[in-house]
């Protein structure tokens, strides 16, 4: 039975090549960092260059690029410096936010002097911009809105540039997670208003524990995890060297084979939701259908109750295909998540399934997952 791999944004292959760089570096990048010697010298050079690779394709400056161990530490980072540091007291999310970001605010607004506002989303998770503005129209308390880029969950993309937009007019702090979209979609820092920016190189065929976060130059933050200067003194402790050069030649190739990729997905993924609506009726698109307003890379269907669609996850994993309930965290639970309950699609037994795909996927892998649903439905 050939394994089938639809579970890209809860971690995307790893390249090969990918991880030819990182044995490399492992080999040969011995040195400390912050070592002056050689060993030092040549790891820090290998640092220092797979900084300016990123920057270069988000445009920003080289010293706007933070390392981080993931995308989680990159979202505590922002809301917590924001509030220590850059004495914010409101923090805006959406109510379809990743938990590194919810858990976060939740946690500060229990904690500290600070209003903690979740923003409602419609049927198909995009925020209400209204009512954004409207909230920022108060300006009394000086405000981090904290809104991803693309939902993990259903792949709704907000628009971040009318977002960035509002926040400048109002004097707002912009925190966008980027996880999802990073290496995926091209994102430009100098022309979008955007304060801080996250993103984790397993979400973009790199490797597991490393991430970044963008600064903009306004905003410059003191440590969240203190010690030694290490990232210019805004994240202590030494570097995984070998991750974040991982990290840098995977958005590189994602960068050198965005068209061609991206197109090969996208019409991946007009085929999956043609063949589901064709010979499953039953089953209903969750996500927004057009890749203008769903990352192109997630689909999300609402499978109907029925005695099989309880089971439907584990039936397809013993069928050899890997997806999830939602997002990863919540794959196996039995309640819906917040994302789900967010859009109202908790209302009833159905459930929620999340189909992730890459560049690595098939039309053949396609027609085997439309098979296996017509016999679990
Ligand atoms: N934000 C989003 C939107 C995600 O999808 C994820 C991971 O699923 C994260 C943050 C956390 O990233 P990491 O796994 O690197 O901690």
Redesign the pocket.
């Known amino acids: 039975m050939k394994s089938i791999y639809l579970d890209n944004?809860?971690s995307a292959p790893i390249l090969e090549e990918v991880v030819d760089v990182i044995a490399e570096s492992l080999r040969s990048l011995n040195g400390n960092p912050s070592s002056t010697h050689k060993y030092g010298r040549t790891a820090r050079a290998a640092i220092e260059q797979s900084r300016k690779s990123i920057a270069q394709h988000l445009n920003a400056s080289i010293g706007e690029i933070f390392f981080t161990s993931?995308?989680?530490e990159a979202?505590n980072t922002v809301l917590n410096c924001a509030v220590d540091q850059l004495d914010v007291e409101r923090i805006i999310i959406s109510s379809i936010e990743?938990p590194?970001v919810r858990n976060t605010a939740s946690f500060i607004a229990k904690h500290r002097d600070v209003e903690v506002v979740e923003l409602r989303v419609n049927q198909s998770g995009r925020v209400d911009l209204d009512i954004l503005e409207d909230l920022l129209r108060t300006p009394e308390k000086k405000t981090l809105i904290s809104i991803?880029h693309a939902n993990?969950e259903i792949g709704t993309i907000q628009p971040i540039e009318t977002i960035g937009e509002l926040c400048k007019e109002h004097q707002a702090l912009f925190h966008t997670?980027a996880?999802?979209t990073v290496g995926h979609l091209p994102c430009d820092v100098s022309t979008t208003n955007i304060s801080f920016l996250s993103a984790?190189g397993?979400k973009f065929h790199g490797p597991k524990g490393i991430?970044f976060l963008y600064v903009n130059s306004d905003n410059i933050i003191e440590p969240y995890i203190r010690g030694g200067s290490q990232e210019r003194n805004v994240r202590a402790g030494t570097e995984n060297v070998a991750g974040i050069v991982g990290m840098a030649h995977a958005l590189q190739y994602c960068y050198d084979h965005m068209n061609e990729k991206s197109a090969y997905v996208r019409d991946l993924r007009s085929y999956l939701i043609e063949q589901v609506s064709e010979q499953l009726p039953q089953i209903q698109l969750v996500s927004y259908s057009s890749t203008e307003d769903c990352l192109y890379t997630i689909t999300n269907f609402y499978v109907p109750p029925s005695d099989k669609s309880d089971l439907l996850l584990m039936n397809l994993d013993i069928a050899g295909i890997s997806a999830s309930g939602g997002?990863?965290c919540s794959s196996g639970a039995e309640k819906p998540s917040h994302v789900i309950e967010a859009i109202g699609r908790d209302s009833d037994d159905g459930k929620c399934v999340r189909f992730s795909m890459s560049f690595m996927n098939t039309k053949e892998e396609i027609d085997q997952l439309v098979k296996a649903l017509k016999k679990f439905k």
């Open positions: 944004a809860a993931c995308g989680t979202n990743h590194s991803m993990n997670d996880v999802q984790s397993h991430g997002s990863a």
